[in-house]
């Protein structure tokens, strides 16, 4: 009998401890919010290709073209934003991600950039600036991560490059012979 009294004693003060730190830690939140952004960073570069866009409601488009689903008992179920990094994929009757993490798009680029391709569109002469610019999109493992506006065009294709410079042409395309987008 004394020995489940100091057991449901200690249950108890166990209990109290643990809702005081709690009310601490809630009351501070906004202390942990860069220790937050720096776990998941450090989690996105461990899982890169594990990455995935909200489609619907709670449908994904990950890497690679794939759909998945937040696994229904994950208590983020219903709270996903765009992105999120799962730990691991699980395939049964669908394709689940478990163990997700909240990220933001931003820190893709910097992560993958070794894996990033660029998509350059609509390539034109800029009196203003005097140069060659388009328009650039990032892919990585085939999601679109970044669409950004007119960037310099001249380091990548440089033949290009001079010949508009020189002659000043406002449309890329009288230069190539199909209309495919130029990737690098």
């Known amino acids: 009998m004394i020995k489940a009294d100091l057991r449901l004693g200690s249950y108890i003060g166990l209990k109290k401890n643990l809702y005081v730190y709690t009310c601490r830690l809630i009351r501070n939140i906004h202390q942990y919010e860069p220790l937050y952004d720096a776990i998941h960073r450090c989690i996105v570069c461990g899982f890169l290709s594990n990455i995935a866009i909200k489609k619907q409601n709670n449908m994904f488009l990950a890497a690679k073209n794939k759909e998945v689903m937040i696994f229904p008992g994950s208590s983020t179920f219903n709270k996903a934003p765009d992105w999120i990094v799962a730990a691991e994929l ?8 478990r163990t997700v993490g909240f990220i933001r798009h931003e820190w893709l680029e910097y992560y993958g950039k070794n894996l990033c391709k660029k998509k350059y569109l609509s390539p034109h002469w800029d009196k203003k600036r ?3 610019v388009a328009d650039e999109q ?6 679109l991560i970044v669409t950004s506006g007119e960037k310099v065009y001249q380091n990548h294709r440089n033949k290009v490059y001079h010949y508009l ?6 449309n890329l395309a009288i230069l190539l012979s199909h209309k495919s987008p130029i990737f690098i």
């Open 138 to 143: 990032v892919f990585l493992f085939g999601l």
């Open 165 to 170: 410079k020189t002659t000043h042409l406002s």
């Open 90 to 97: 699980v395939e049964t009757t669908r394709r689940f991600a």
């Open 130 to 132: 005097g140069e060659v």
